[in-house]
């Protein structure tokens, strides 16, 4: 794989983020619905194409600990400690969002936020210098997808741009974990 394989791609995402589109992407697990997470409209439109309740919070991808530390208040430094040891994709619940739009937030406050490394995510998020929602690629309550194949057409349909790049990996792919950091423990919310 090299940058040039999906430079055409990550233009045509950034496009249709910055006019408060939704595009269809593979991330470092699953393939995702994505936009920008500091836009309300967006994510509205999220939560209608996957026809679930908003009372249900998203996850957003960042390309760095920096990115953290620019939307999350007051996080626990150890917790990057902790994920530099891990060896599979983890999504972790902060506390103290700020600077993203409501309706990606839990009731709390709190929202899931993982640190990418997959190479297209990554140039994307650093491209796009914002956070982005990333939420299973299909219908609410149905099995997420294990690869490009399995997505259905009405997900297909409803977005604005759909990633070229990996539409042939059949390999299948899995959820991150999720895990929230309180004062220096890891409670597993999913395996």
Known sequence: ?????????????LNVLQTGGV?????????????????????????????????????????????????????DLAVFD????????TTVIY???IGMAPNVLAADGSAGIRIVQEPFCKHLLKRFR???????????????????????????SAVDYTVQYRRQDTSAAQPSAIIRWKNGKVEVIRE
């Open 1 to 13: 794989m090299v940058m040039e394989d999906f430079l055409p791609d990550i233009d045509q995402c």
């Open 23 to 75: 595009i269809l992407y593979p991330t470092d697990t699953v393939w995702g619905l994505g936009c920008d997470a500091t836009n309300a409209a967006a994510v509205e439109k999220i939560f209608t194409i996957k026809q679930r309740a908003e009372a249900k919070s998203l996850i957003v991808l960042v390309a760095s600990e920096r990115d953290v530390l620019q939307y999350v208040a007051a996080p």
């Open 130 to 156: 914002k956070p982005l929602v990333s939420t299973s690629a299909n219908i609410s309550g149905q099995a997420a997808p294990a690869n490009y194949a399995a997505i259905t057409a009405e997900i297909q």
């Open 95 to 97: 506390e103290g969002v």
């Open 82 to 89: 902790y994920l530099d040891t891990l060896n599979k994709p």
